[in-house]
């Protein structure tokens, strides 16, 4: 089936230390992102990709980084530098504008992080 | 810098009425999408409005777009329990196609 996979779903981190969640997608989609979401709030954007070997940063990227080696691979890393980590992360991947679909993004299950 | 809006941000209702979920942004977008998520779980796609007047219906739930007056409507008839979730609307700025800008989210929950 193709779809968005994410990993870990659950970890926990200790402070100072650096984690990083998994994100790998078999839907041949260009462009992928991550996102972060508090508890009742919406999506902020931390990194985007629109094509291998090239990301940008969203709105909140201080105290993460992602590389983008492949086109089907998006690790995000968080660093002991983002101060409050513990959230729910949300990778996803859309194939760009295109006619009938627009850019519609496609979501993984998510990853829970939560700083010990 | 492209803002989405969406009210209200919580929503209780009883089943079998009817009731609207606006979503407002800020500058130039000709595509806009809505996506469900229920607690715990990630988003889906619901529908993706991409030109001015674009009209989309599935069950109970129908989008508008208009873009002259930078707004969205989602559309809830004859509520049942099975539409409790949130509901995100994001828009992507003409000047920046790809990249989409999420509001808030409106929680909705429906009462028998």
């Known amino acids: 089936d193709g779809g968005i996979t994410q990993s870990p779903k659950y970890l926990f981190r200790k402070e100072g230390q650096n984690v990083t969640l998994s994100c790998e997608q078999n839907?041949?989609?260009?462009?992928m992102y991550w996102y972060r979401q508090d508890p009742g709030q919406g999506l902020r954007l931390i990194y985007y990709?629109?094509?291998?070997?090239?990301?940008q940063k969203g709105d909140i990227a201080e105290g993460y980084s992602v590389s983008r080696e492949k086109k089907e691979s998006f690790p995000l890393t968080v660093t002991s530098a983002q101060k409050n980590p513990t959230a729910f992360y949300l990778c996803?991947?859309?194939?760009?504008?295109?006619?009938?679909?627009?850019?519609?993004?496609?979501f993984g299950e998510g990853s829970w992080l939560t700083v010990v | 810098e492209l803002k989405v809006e969406q009210n209200p941000l919580f929503l209780s209702m009883q089943e079998g009425k009817n009731y609207t979920i606006y979503c407002n942004y800020s500058?130039?977008?000709?595509?806009l999408y809505w996506y469900r998520q229920d607690p715990g779980k990630s988003l889906e796609s619901l529908f993706v409005?991409?030109?001015?007047?674009a009209v989309k219906q599935e069950g109970r739930l129908m989008a508008s777009l208009d873009t002259k007056a930078r707004l969205s409507t989602l559309h809830i008839t004859a509520a049942v329990h099975d539409l409790s979730a949130t509901y995100f609307c994001?828009?992507?700025?003409?000047?920046?196609?790809?990249?989409?800008?999420f509001g808030d989210g409106t929680t909705l929950t429906v009462k028998p």
């Open positions: 839907l041949n989609h260009d462009a």
């Open positions: 990709s629109q094509i291998v070997n090239d990301f």
């Open positions: 409005l991409l030109s001015n007047g």
């Open positions: 500058t130039t977008s000709d595509r």
């Open positions: 996803a991947s859309s194939s760009g504008t295109d006619t009938y679909s627009g850019n519609t993004i496609y």
């Open positions: 994001a828009a992507e700025a003409v000047t920046n196609a790809g990249k989409s800008t």
